[in-house]
Every structure is written in C-alpha cells, then in structure tokens.
T-cell receptor, first 112, second 112 residues
Framework: GQQLNQNPQSMFIQEGEDVSMNCTSS?????WLWYKQDPGEGPVLLIA?????ELTSNGRLTAQFGITRKDSFLNISASIPSDVGIYFC????????????FGKGTRLHILP | NAGVTQTPKFQVLKTGQSMTLQCAQD?????MYWYRQDPGMGLRLIYY???????DKGEVPNGYNVSRLNKREFSLRLESAAPSQTSVYFC???????????FGPGTRLTVL
C-alpha cells in the first residue's frame, strides 16, 4: 500500500531560525496537505497543494508540491514560540479509491 | 474546530465495556471520517462515510462500528473495548470535491 515518510521526526531550533521539513511517498500523489497540531487539539490545515511544482505560502509558511509528485516540502521562516507543535503531511494517490494518508509527523521544539 | 463537535472529550473504560463516540457537524457536508492517533503513528483511518446512510472501512476498522443515520452525525462505537483501543480519536469533514479535511477537537480514550 501507499506509504508516507516524513522527516525529520523531531527538530530543535533556536527562535528566529528557518525550518524545513519534507515528506516523500512511495507512489505518485495528486494532493499534498500540511497540518499543524497543538497539544490537546485537533490538526489544523495550513496549506493545500494540488499541482506538481506548485508553491504556496500562508504567512511565514511556504509549501511546495514536488515536481516528481512523490514529495512535498514545508518551510517556516523566522520561527516564533507559537510555531511549536507537530506538523503532519498528508497526501492522496491518483486512483479514484485512494484515501488521504498521513505522515507520522515532525515535532518542532523551539529553544529559548 | 471547523464546525465539528466531538463528545465526550475524555473517557476511561474498563476492558469489555462498550461506548459510542459522537461526532456532529453544523456545515452540511457529505463526507465524514473517523481517525485514531497513536504516539509515533500519525493518523490512521478507521471508517468513513461519503454520504448519509453509507459507510466504508478504512485502514484499521477491526473492533469498531459506525453509524451515519443522518447527514449531521457520524458515531463510532466500541462494542467491547480493549486496551489496544486506548488512543485519541478524531472526527473529520471533507467539505467538497477537493481533498481537504477539517478535524474536530478529539476524544481521548483510555481502556484499562
């Protein structure tokens, strides 16, 4: 079946640094989604991508749909304390019956 | 939480007890989903419903049943709870033809 590999599993950065994380899939996707989850809350959609090569921004966040259709990237610029949380990628394959699947998440820690 | 309410927020059960997790929306969307989230595992689809009166199995349906009696509500039932069902359960909606899903606040279930 389809698999998503999300890297890194955990990141420790200094406030103000830029952050980059990625997801790769075992098959071609037609959709990439990026979510953020705060402790005790449900995931919140940050960015949705639907075209290969697409680059979309949401404030300090930028995500890209990889040209190969097998990967996606999320960048956070100038991190701030409220960026702490778990970031999930999710994607959907090309077949009609494919469902959205989720990566295991990247936990972002910001050091004071 | 995107017009999605989940009850209860917390629940502790003994092995063998039964319970129903409730999910309700105020957005009139057709597609609803139940996921479970376990540490280091991301989100895994239990069941989904593409429309009122229809349900289908997801990745991890064993030990669960669902009911979509009307458009507004999608319930998840554990007939005989097991410790392996200790998890956080999220309900999600998919508003339209695109693949974006929006999550409720979750139900935290512990089975002793």
């Amino acid at each position: 079946g389809q698999q998503l590999n999300q890297n890194p599993q955990s990141m420790f950065i200094q406030e103000g640094e830029d952050v980059s994380m990625n997801c790769t899939s075992s098959s071609i996707f037609n959709t990439w989604l990026w979510y953020k989850q705060d402790p005790g809350e449900g995931p919140v959609l940050l960015i949705a991508l639907y075209k290969a090569g697409e680059l979309t921004s949401n404030g300090r966040l930028t995500a890209q749909f990889g040209i190969t259709r097998k990967d996606s990237f999320l960048n956070i610029s100038a991190s701030i304390p409220s960026d702490v949380g778990i970031y999930f990628c999710a994607g959907r394959g090309m077949n009609r019956d494919d469902k959205i699947i989720f990566g295991k998440g990247t936990r972002l820690h910001i050091l004071p | 939480n995107a017009g999605v309410t989940q009850t209860p927020k917390f629940q502790v059960l003994k092995t063998g007890q039964s319970m129903t997790l409730q999910c309700a929306q105020d957005m009139n969307h057709n597609s609803m989903y139940w996921y479970r989230q376990d540490p280091g595992m991301g989100l895994r689809l239990i069941y989904y419903s593409a429309s009122e009166g229809t349900t289908d199995k997801g990745e991890v349906p064993n030990g669960y049943n669902v009911s979509r009696l009307n458009k507004r509500e999608f319930s998840l039932r554990l007939e005989s709870a097991a410790p392996s069902q200790t998890s956080v359960y999220f309900c999600a909606l998919k508003p339209g033809r695109n693949n974006e899903q929006f999550f409720g606040p979750g139900t935290r279930l512990t089975v002793l």
